[in-house]
């Protein structure tokens, strides 16, 4: 199977698992399918049967309303059985909206309360660094999710502590909940914002295109900073309903026949 | 010696034994003094800069790897400054976090209303699954640290910064999680805790020499507090006052009177800060402005023993 067909396959996931409950963030879980496949395909050093592994690269998804694109991956890569999916937000669930470290195998930080996860994950690239482990710090934060405060102190501490162990992913799909985010609070220009605070910054032109995304990291690997991959994403990339609904799709009803309309549009056959 | 020199002692004590243990100040190592340690463990000791959020954060991801990270500042920067850190990213995530704030409601002093947290305790303490312990002396401090190492979780020590006055001696024991009953007395129960207890112990000469036989109980630990000992001491006595360096609504008071309402109601009265804000001033004035002095003590507690069913 090509990343394309994993995206595909994946973006399947995502929408069955939104779709089942009848509401989700579907958005920003789409814009990054590309992303997820491409690290844990190719670059993330973990154990699916030893979620827990010591010396394990990690992956903090700050924007942790993401948690249905996270589980997607995680179930594809064998952490837990397909039929969790069907659970998201279900009484007892192992799958919240957002993501939980004590509940979800594989995932490696509690996230959704914006802003906290990038100081999380940049807590724990210090932590690799005292142990000398060798391992990657990667993290994903919502463009949104940059007008927090927060960030930008995580930004300088990376800089001032050297953690060129930190590959970190903005997922700029210029859209946020209550709108687009240049009407609401601009945080162009990013990537100058990023240089500014010492960071290596990588624009990357498509962020959903998995090529783009892979040269993106390799080149960031040679880095003695922080590295800051700027993915140009579409919120609710690949399903039409969902690309359409703009900023309304950060949060969405579907119903039924919209996940069977999106499910057809995956397969080819709509 | 100053409680922060002891602090310092013994977080390096425990740095060397321990080589999980990180230390993360936010610009105020100096008053805190913990400065020193800097030089001491090059990698595990960090300032990070005036940066509350970021610190509370970086302290959870080094634990989500297996260290066990003290933060440090001011009473208000650790608390409300930074809850929702310490409540998602530290405690919803079951991180082992220590969280050292100094300088607690009136002994911020000079800093005054916008430095002296009254509240600290009630903010944390309406958190689910974090220890809230505030020392009464140097040797009680010492004593604790090591058990609050040894214990997973999020921990808030609620440090006085200066020199204190000694109630325990060095062989002092005990358990973080009982309370420290001080003095056995029949006639009312004191709950007291920090450098309240000091206070307690100079208003309990003035009350015997009135003949009253007041049992003093020590409350360390605010959360989870001692509900055994508190309603044995209520039962035993009757009637209660509870003395403490916080706003009454959230702290101490508030705690004691959670327990009793459902186990054992007796008449109960508090010292501490009636719902004020704080103001600069040195302890003395600032005592008297709040009535935290002995003498005020002595008359909260002629007034509750009013109250006691005869």
């Known amino acids: 199977m090509d990343f394309a067909q994993k ?16 509401v989700g963030h579907i958005g920003g879980s789409l814009s990054i399918v590309e992303l997820l496949v491409v690290l844990y395909d190719k670059y993330m050093n973990v154990n699916p049967k030893d979620p827990n592994m010591v010396g394990r690269d990690r992956l903090i998804v700050s924007k942790g309303h993401s948690g249905p694109a996270v ?12 039929d969790w999916l069907l659970t998201l937000n279900k009484p007892g669930t192992n799958l919240p909206s957002h993501c939980d470290m004590n509940k979800t195998p594989g995932v490696d930080m509690t996230t959704g309360s914006l802003g906290q996860g990038f100081s999380c994950a940049m ?56 709108g687009p985010i240049e009407e609401i609070c601009n945080i162009t220009p990013l990537d100058d914002k990023w240089r500014a605070f010492g960071w290596n910054v990588i624009v990357v032109k498509d962020g959903n295109n998995c090529e783009e995304i892979d040269a993106a990291i390799t080149l960031a690997k040679f880095s003695e900073k922080p590295s800051m991959i700027i993915l140009n994403t579409i919120k609710g990339k690949g399903i039409s309903f969902a690309e359409k609904a703009g900023a309304g799709n950060h949060s969405m009803q579907i119903t039924p026949e919209m996940m069977a309309q999106g499910l057809a549009e995956l397969r080819g056959e709509a | 010696m100053e409680m922060r020199q002891v602090l310092a002692a013994e977080l390096e004590k425990l740095m060397a034994q321990n080589e999980n243990i990180v230390l993360i100040d936010a610009d ?54 930074i809850c929702d850190q310490i409540a998602v990213s530290c405690a919803y995530a079951k ?48 004593k604790a640290l090591p058990q609050i190492v040894d214990y997973y979780g999020v921990v808030y020590i609620r440090a006085f910064r200066k020199e204190t006055p000694d109630v325990f001696d060095e062989s002092c024991d005990f358990d973080l999680f009982k309370a420290l009953k001080i003095k056995d ?35 360390h630990t605010i959360k989870p507090i001692d509900r055994t000992a508190i309603i044995e001491s209520a039962k035993k006595t009757g009637v209660v006052l509870t003395v403490e360096n916080h706003n009454i609504i959230g702290g101490l008071k508030s705690a004691v009177c959670e327990v009793l309402m459902e186990e054992f109601p007796v008449p109960l009265r508090a010292i501490g800060i009636n719902d004020k ?22 008359n909260k507690a002629l007034e509750v023993l009013n109250l006691k069913c005869k």
């Not at chain 2, 990070?48 to 970086?58: F, R, T, V």
């Open chain 1, 123 to 178: 807590g724990v690239a210090k932590a690799s660094k005292i142990k000398n482990d060798g391992a990657t710090i990667y993290t994903i934060i919502g463009d949104g999710e940059s007008q927090e405060g927060q960030i930008w102190e995580a930004a300088m501490f990376a800089s001032q502590q050297k953690l060129d162990n930190v590959i970190a992913f903005t997922d700029y799909n210029k859209m946020q909940l209550d």
């Open chain 2, 277 to 298: 804000f704080g103001q600069v001033g040195k302890m003395p004035y600032l005592k008297e402005q709040y009535n935290m002095r002995a003498e005020d003590i002595v």
């Open chain 2, 95 to 142: 991180q082992n976090v220590k969280i050292i704030g100094t300088d607690p409601g009136i002994s911020a002093e000079f800093n005054g209303g916008t430095h002296m947290s009254m509240e600290d305790i009630g903010v944390l303490r309406s958190i689910p699954e974090i220890v809230v312990f505030e020392p009464v002396d140097n040797n009680q401090l010492k």
């Open chain 1, 7 to 22: 995206c595909n396959k994946i973006r399947q996931m995502i929408l069955k698992t939104i779709g089942n409950l009848g």
């Open chain 2, 185 to 219: 007395g029949e006639d009312l129960s004191i709950f007291c805790s920090g450098l309240m207890v000091h206070e307690t112990l100079l208003a309990d000469k003035e009350l015997k020499s009135q003949g009253i036989n007041a049992e003093i109980i020590n409350i």
């Open chain 1, 71 to 82: 589980y997607s991956i995680l179930c594809s890569k064998g952490y837990f059985p397909e």
């Open chain 2, 28 to 81: 105020l190592s100096k008053p805190n003094g913990l400065a020193g340690l800097k030089s001491k463990f090059l990698e595990r000791a960090m300032d990070i800069g005036i940066s509350e959020q970021n610190m509370a954060c970086i302290a959870a991801g080094m634990s989500s790897y297996g260290m066990i990270p003290f933060i440090s500042t001011f009473t208000p920067f650790a608390t409300r400054r």
